[in-house]
């Protein structure tokens, strides 16, 4: 009979020096979160920069040809377009509204905002506070009218004139901007552009795909792009996120060099105090390939814990950081994820290099030598 | 005789000393880089304005000159170039450009000026300037991103815009910039008859913040101001929305970059615990000990410092040759603020070890 022991040698080397393991997924997790928490800022902003869409209650969104965003964009159309759309066949409603960027005041305090121009003030977004707005009147996003402390009741400035808060909405607001919503005409008034709308929002009927009545609308209005809402939501967050690919691309760079030259010092001080076990144990007969093994699964078991470590914190920042500003919203989405799990592994492999060779160069007979 | 104690043991491993400097490194020219980045934004945001007439009038309230809705009838330019100390007043439309190159939204700026007057590109790269509609001026970085070229053509907002010139310094990671005529610009908007914002110049001896007030004063329904207030709000408005995930960033670079000084520090004094001992036997005091993990711990952090600003300005210069929409504008302040921080690091660095000396026990070297 044999009696087979196993001895947990890369956990009691990675345990040797618990703080100095410590301090490396410390290292390892903080370059991990470079990568993780600004992929998450950029995916909520994304996500806020769609959130007036998506909850807009429109199907099809009618713009200028050619034009398929509102964030930054530019668009103007006839007011008689509103007409016309309603007239396709499978069209249920056409909202027209105004859509601009504006300055809202207050006292000191300012804020940039999209301006909706909507007869309905934002319905169906629902109103967190107050009531829609009526002449005058204009309803503002939680976050920006706490910072101008415009409170329902209370008035702001908007292009040199007064409006009074009727009602708030919420989660509409990124860290870029705000949103903010008045009675069409009275915008248009306010502008001196009568006769122009931005876009048209269009609900479909129950029975007609949005795509389909997209392609209708195209065909019978001249001069339109009509999209899905989708669609349209998805040229929206390509808009940002073609802007910060670059930013992005360089921060994991950045986040894989800090990544490597952490765990890289880690595995490599730990193989240095630990070249006298490497010693004892290749004169025992352990194999160079298994003392390599033995030095990767090190380096493997650290960035596996700082990539968990940095998980978790994006998590929680994701989870507390609304609460405590409002705008900064952090998405954590599964391709990230796999992003950083993908850098992870690079730095497990490109660092493993440094105690690998090192030990490589090992002579079992240097533990007989004193 | 002295031996260099702190400089043999920092150079007894060269492998580990190189991988400490250039995680040190990497986390000062992130520190750098990111700082440069958010100016370098600043200054392409208000790189328009900058060109322009040091007084800007927009209709009333106005603030800003980017993201900043503004409607002024064309017969307000005459009333403005009433007021005494007004030399010149020149309309311009503008306004954000999505167009849509290669299948993707691409922003620019458009600005929209009266052909022979001010307000249109400063300097051309080749081609020449708008002078019909329809005919557009594209900065150069943008059109080679895109493989664009004089003649070519680009559809925006159901027109067909034919590229005649090619601008040079205009260039903007958001905020490229594209020109053409007035007429071109108000048509697209469906606002005929209309200017989005003026710009003025003022007569010899009036200084812009009089000649602001004096407009204010004298056209209603308008805001007047300087070019710098606009610009400054601008600035604002663009890069201090990126200030508190940027500072986050920084705050985590510099924390990387304590760590990594510290845990060079701490393992290797750990490691030579029996040296350490053996010259706390020989009579070294407590504070001559921690003097030498200072130095050791302020060698990687300046070292690795220097290295990291060497980075960052190889990188800011690759960024331009390689990537010329983005400004890194690496400013003395920053370097000076990160230098600081160099010592900071240090400190708190050598702190880790000076524990684990203060316990050692001199005895101990000669256990064995």
Known sequence: MTARMSVPLARRQLLFRKGRTLAGIAGISAALLLVLALNAIFAGINDRLTAYIDGSGADVIVAQRGVDTMHMTQSALPEQTATAVVAVPGVAGAKPILYVPAMIERGEKRGIVYLIGDDSGGAPLPLSAGRRPDAGEIVLERSLAERLGATPGSSVRVFGQSFRVSGEVEGLASILNSVAFVRRQELARVLGIGGVVSYVLVRARPEVRAAELAARIETSVPGVTASTREAFARSERRVVGDMTTDIVRAMILVGFVIGVAVAGLVAYSATLSQLRDYAVLRALGLRARRAHALATAQVGATVVAGFLLALAFVWVLAAILPSLSPTLVLAIRTGDVAQALSVAAAVTLAAAAFPVLRVARIDPASVFRR | ?368
């Open chain 2, 1 to 368: 005789m002295t031996v260099p104690v702190a400089r043999r043991q920092l150079f007894a491993e060269p492998a580990k000393l190189i991988v400490t400097l250039v995680a040190v490194a990497a986390a000062v020219a992130l520190v750098l880089l990111l700082a440069g980045l958010r100016r370098g934004m600043g200054e392409q945001v208000t790189l328009y304005v900058d060109h322009q007439a040091p007084v800007l009038v927009g209709q009333q309230g106005a603030r800003n000159f980017l993201s900043q809705t503004s409607v002024l009838p064309d017969a307000l330019i005459r009333d403005i170039e009433r007021v005494p100390g007004v030399a010149e007043a020149t309309p311009i439309n503008q306004e954000y450009a999505m167009l849509r190159l290669h299948e993707r939204p691409v922003l620019a700026l458009l600005i929209g000026y009266d052909p022979g007057k001010p307000g249109g590109p400063w300097k051309l790269a080749s081609g020449r300037a708008p002078s019909g509609s329809a005919e557009l001026v594209l900065d150069r970085v943008l059109a080679s991103e895109h493989s664009l070229e004089i003649g070519s053509t680009l559809e925006y907002r159901g027109a067909r815009l034919r590229i005649v010139g090619l601008s040079s310094g205009t260039s903007g990671f958001m905020t490229p910039l594209a020109f053409a005529s007035r007429t071109t610009v108000s048509a697209l908007s469906r606002r005929p008859g209309t200017a989005n914002f003026i710009f003025v110049r003022s007569d010899r001896g009036v200084t812009p913040a009089a000649l602001a007030t004096r407009i204010d004063r004298a056209v209603p329904g308008i805001s007047a101001l300087t070019r710098r207030e606009v610009a400054a709000n601008d600035r604002r408005q663009f890069v201090d929305p990126f200030s508190g995930p940027l500072f986050a960033m920084v705050a985590l670079a510099f924390a990387v970059a304590v760590l990594v000084i510290g845990l060079a520090v701490y393992s290797s004094t750990a490691e030579r615990s029996r040296e350490y001992a053996t010259l706390k036997a020989l009579g070294l005091g407590g504070r001559a000990l921690y003097r030498l993990v200072g130095i050791q711990a302020a060698g990687l952090a300046l070292t690795g410092t220097g290295l990291g600003f060497l980075l960052a300005l190889a990188a800011a210069r690759g960024v331009s040759v390689f990537a010329p929409k983005y400004l890194i504008a690496i400013s003395a302040g920053s370097v000076a603020a990160v230098a600081a921080s160099a010592l900071a690091m240090a400190v708190v660095a050598a702190l880790l070890p000076s524990h684990f000396l203060a316990r050692l026990d001199p005895a101990s070297a000669f256990r064995r």
